[in-house]
């Protein structure tokens, strides 16, 4: 079973194999449907589309941020008609890091579901190795998903701001560093962050080649910025839950298990005026 991460080598020796899911969860916020034109274009062969906004996330209410949770039996009819079930190895990717993909990752381990792992080095590492790809969309043979919902897996804001004013939790901000400190923000309409938050941005977790830095190195980068605090008490925000989720998928590599998810994050924390609101470092 894999947990984190799968090789380009290890997915490409299991293409042929039934009981493992290839997922293609490329998506631009900036523009929504360029996700699906490229894998209409050419994908991993076996490889389902999952759209962030249409599959991904539930229905916006104007005070739950930009990509609320579904509902966990109809994201659970979802994934049954992927052709997921509870003895499906998944794998997901996207071509922008992993910072897409890890939303899924995060989603199925929310759900029960221990068996799926990122692409290590993405869309751009296979392409790059000049492996196969198609625009054939696969026969998909629905299963049953039955969800074991982990609801210890997620942080409210009210947990965020007990976390902000107490320091019982630490809260890691995985957005960019401009993001963060307010100088610029192009999603949400109030820049800045939650007072007391750390920032480290998702790409940090990253090599200069793309792909996920080591277990070694992730121990390291996350061992100085918990500094003893047990990762039960960590709690993980970004703009939208999204990228977030790359910081947990990091910390699992690192073998720091455990920590939590807000995940209605920036863009549901400003969506209440009575919620502060930090800029700077």
Partial sequence: MHTTLVSTEQL?????????????CRFTLTDTEAGRKAYAQGHIPGARYAHLDADLSGAKNGGNGRHPLPDPQVFARTLGAWGIDHQTQVVVYDDSFGAMAVRLWW?????????VALLDGGLPKWQREQRPLTPDVPQVTPKPFVPQVRSDMLAGADAVLDASQTHSALIL???AEMRFIGEMEPLDPVAG????????PFDDNLSMSG?????????????EVLDGKPPQQVIHMCGSGVTACHNILAM????????????????????????PVAKGY
């Fill in 12 to 24: 490409a020796l299991h293409l042929p194999d039934p009981n493992w899911v290839v997922m293609d």
């Fill in 107 to 115: 989603m199925l381990r929310w759900l029960g579901h221990d068996a």
């Fill in 173 to 175: 901000d995985a957005r």
């Fill in 193 to 200: 962050h939650v007072p007391h938050a750390v920032n480290l």
């Fill in 211 to 223: 792909a996920m830095m080591s277990a070694d190195e992730l121990r390291e980068l996350y061992g």
């Fill in 252 to 275: 699992e590599i690192a073998g720091f298990k455990g920590s939590k998810l807000y995940a209605g994050s920036w863009s549901e924390w400003v969506a209440d005026p009575a919620h």
